[in-house]
Structures are given as C-alpha cells and as structure tokens.
C-alpha cells in the first residue's frame, strides 16, 4: 500500500496572558532567560525532527520487511517435488538406459506436481493430438479431450464430461487392449515429467484418478504408441527427447526394463502386430524422411538392425514436401498370409504392401478430390468385419483432412483400397484460406457388430462423432452429409 502523505499546517495561536502582559509593557530581557528561550525553541525543533524521522523508519521497516515475508513464503510452498523440470540434455542420458535394472522401469504411482509451480512440457507433433477415444465389444466409448492447459476430459458416451484432476497431460491417451479384453490401458504422457503414464480399465470403468507412472530418466514429447500381441502381453513405443525409439513390455501383470531400438527419428511411431509371436515398427528418419522398419519374433527377439524400405515420394525432394509420421496395421489373410500395410502422407498419400516376407513398391492412394491431403491429419484403424460365424475378414478404415477443408474416408474392400471419398466438409469456407490444417481425426476399435468410430474436432472446438459403415457399401457408393456427424462438445 502506498504510504499517504500528510503536511502540517501552520496555524497563529492567541497569545497567553504573560506575553499579553509583556507586550503590553514591554521590558528588557535579560540575556540568560533569552538563552533559556532560545534552547526550549532548538528542544522542540529536534523532538519534531526525531519523529519525523522515527515514522519515515516506521515505513520503509514495513515495506521491507513485507517484502521479504512474502519471499519467504513462496519459498516454502515450493517443495522440493515441485522444483521446475528442465530437459534432459545427452550429456544426462546414456547407452545404459536401454539396459536399466527391472526396479527403474517398475510404474510407480506419483502424486500430480502443483500445475502453478512446474512449467508445461510443449509436444513435438505438428498438429495438436488432443483428442482419442476407447472402446470395447462390451464396453462404452469413452471419449477424450485434451485442453491447451494440458487437462484431461473424458466423457463416456451418453455421459458428461469429467475432468481428470491429478494430472496434466501432453498428448491424448491411445488405448489398448489384449484380444480376450482381459486387460485394456490406456496412456499417455505426464505433461510435467515427460514419463509414460497409464490407467487401467476395471469392473466396467476407466480408473480415472489413478494413473501410474513409468518412472525413469526418459522424456517423451510425442504420443506412445502400443500393441497387443497376446492375450497378457502389452508393447510400448516412443521416442524420446533425443530422436531415440524406446520399447518396454508388460507381461502378465509385471513392467520389463527400456531398450533401446534405435536413434535418429522425428515425429511419432507407428507400431502393430498380427500374432503373438511377431511386433513391426516403422519410424521416419530424419535425415531424409525415409520410413525405417523393426520386427520383433518370439524365436529371435529384435532385429539386429533397422531396413530401410525407402522413401515414398520418388524423385520429389523430400524439402519440398511435408511429410507426416508412417501408420501401419498387420493382419493374417483368410488364406493365412501375414499381410502388413503401411502409409505416409506428403501432400498425396501412398501405403507399401508387406506380404509373406516380400515388399511391394510404394503406391498411391489415388483421390476422387481436387487438393492435397494435409500430413499428420490422418487415422487408420483395422476393423474386423464377421460374415459368418468362421469367417472374419480385416478392413482397413483411414480418414484424412484436406486442402479442400473437409475429412476423407477410404476403405479396403478386401483385395485393394478404394478411391477417398467425403465424410465431413467445412461450410461457408473462405478460399486460400485452410483453417482445418490443424485439427486432428482420431480412430477408434471396435467389437462384433459396429467396425470403428471416427473423432474430430470442428472450429468450434466440439469433439465430433462418426460410425463408421460396414463393407457392404463402398464409401464412393454412399451419400454422406455433416449431419452424419454427432456433436459431443467439449472438456472444459
């Protein structure tokens, strides 16, 4: 508070009777009584001083010692758990991580930092993942919504939105779970530590206030991405702060240790499995935007090394393209043949066929539509169609946005893809201008009887729902409106 200023006022007091007396007949004062007049005058003048001094000692006391009570504190209240996180140089990080002791890598469950104290961890991805979804043969979707605050909303289908309250987040959960659905997970990353967080799905619900952490000197800034490949068996993938891809396995109730898999890669990974004896993972190298490939094999474990299987894009150099992070999906034919498919979008989309251990050559996913895809927009998801009780047969779904503001839809009809078709266009669009270029799409699994669900958010920042239709009607021979879509608003 701004100390007030106060100015004494100079008032002439009535003279007392002895100096009426006086003045009236006046006379000669002597020399010691003037001295004694003079010496209470100076008595008064130091008194005055001397308070004066003491009340502007009383203020500036005041302010100072405010000051640093209120110092110390902020000093209390930052604890040492909630001192500002900083990253992890290479300096800090070495080889011996990909070979850490089992109790480094055992999930811990750790109370959320105080958001005013500790800075927020900024992602690598170009476009914002910010929304996702889950769902079971036997379970409602659950759908999330990321904040720019980094909070956390989930809204069960039919439900409310409810936010998350011990934790912030970096990047939308990407959820998982075994074939038998005795195990489903979902995870993301601490938005303070840049650790794997996870929760677990128990007695019919998500477990929303207890999100274990994968303790470790490793900090992720982009989304995980996991597999099942067996009925207790869940794989975890990212790359770390330093372009390193990182795998850790949960077997049956118990965390393994980090290994290391390799280094030099930007954007996120895509990793998938058709068995239980096999994982691929595919990542782009950031040299020059090749798409690298891992496999993993119950007889041998990891491949020594990554196989390069090319840039996608043929003679365009790769600085002049925007090239998104590699999607990929595995499955085993109705003829048994182990078949994997993987995508890169840079302007137009193209996926590489894996079939029985033989590559085909890139091609592309040809368009019915004028423009340009736009990288990092897109969302592949495998749904498993049943025909007859014995017969399933896989179906790729991948939707994607574009230059001509709206969200593509294709589908693979059991021998090829076919051409993209619309699902959702922006209205009232503003030519030249690309305001959906960075909302994201999400893709979510489904079980018997409904194939997969689509997310994306509109400009509003509503988080829209769209089920995806069976294989009976290709997407080019279906009519298709935005009012196809749900509306389920947002957190917050």
């Known amino acids: 508070m701004e100390a007030q200023k106060h100015t004494a006022s100079t008032q002439t007091l009535p003279p007392t009777y002895d100096d009426a007396v006086r003045n ?4 000669v004062e002597s020399p010691i009584l003037a001295r004694q007049t003079w010496w209470r005058k100076k008595q008064f003048i130091i008194a005055l001083v001397a308070l004066l001094c003491l009340i502007i000692f009383g203020v500036v006391f005041g302010v100072v010692y405010g000051t640093k009570r209120a110092s ?10 909630e001192e ?3 990253q992890i140089g290479s300096s800090t990080i070495s080889a011996a991580v990909s070979v850490r002791t089992a109790s480094t890598a055992v999930s811990t469950l750790i109370p959320s930092p105080s ?5 927020l961890l900024q992602p690598k991805s170009k476009v914002p993942l910010d929304i996702s979804g889950a769902a079971g043969s036997s379970s409602t979707l659950v759908v999330w919504d990321l904040r720019s605050d980094g909070k956390l909303w989930a809204k069960e289908y039919g439900a409310g939105w409810q936010e998350y309250t011990t934790r912030r987040f970096l990047v939308a959960p990407v959820a998982i779970r075994t074939t038998d659905e005795s195990i489903q997970m979902a995870f993301s990353v601490d938005a303070y530590t840049g650790h794997i967080v996870y929760m677990t ?7 929303y206030e207890n999100w274990n952490e994968l303790d470790g000197p490793l900090k992720f800034l982009t ?9 207790g068996n869940i794989d975890v993938f990212n790359i770390d702060s330093e372009g390193k891809a990182f795998t850790v396995s949960y077997d049956r109730g118990s965390w393994g240790t980090w290994t290391e898999l390799g280094s030099g890669f930007v954007g996120d990974l895509s990793a998938t499995s058709w068995g239980e004896d096999r994982i691929d993972v595919f990542g782009k190298y950031h040299d020059n935007d090749h798409v690298l490939h891992k496999w993993w094999t119950s007889a041998d474990g990891w491949s020594s090394e990554f196989e390069d299987i090319g840039f996608a894009f043929g003679e365009v150099h790769e600085d002049d393209l925007d090239i998104g992070s590699p999607l990929s999906i595995s499955y085993i034919s109705r003829t048994g043949s182990t078949i994997i498919d993987v995508f890169l979008c840079g302007q137009s989309t193209y996926h590489k066929l894996y079939t029985d251990g033989v590559w085909t ?14 990288s990092d927009t897109q969302s592949l998801v495998l749904g498993i169609v049943s025909y007859t009780p014995s017969f399933d047969l896989p179906i790729g779904h991948l939707i994607s946005r574009g230059t001509d503001d709206c969200i593509h839809y294709t589908t693979f009809n059991g021998t090829s893809w076919n051409f993209w078709d619309f699902l959702w266009c922006l209205e009232d669009r503003t030519s030249g201008e690309w305001p959906t270029r ?14 997969a669900d689509f997310l994306a958010r509109d400009l509003n920042g509503d988080v829209l729902l769209y089920e995806a239709p069976g294989p009976e009607h290709g997407p080019d021979e279906r009519p298709w409106s935005n009012g196809d879509w749900e509306v389920l608003g947002h957190g917050g």
């Open 84 to 86: 500002p996180v900083t």
């Open 223 to 231: 989304r995980p991405t996991v597999v099942a490949r067996s009925t």
């Open 115 to 119: 958001p005013s104290k500790l800075p």
């Open 361 to 374: 050559d890139w091609a592309i996913m040809w368009a019915s539509h004028e423009g340009y895809e736009f």
């Open 72 to 81: 110390s504190k902020d000093s209390i209240n930052l604890s040492p758990s």
């Open 201 to 207: 799905f128990i007695e019919g619900h998500w477990d």
């Open 24 to 27: 009236a007949n006046p006379a």
């Open 438 to 451: 960075f909302l994201p799409t999400a893709a979510v699994r489904r079980g018997t009887g409904r194939v």
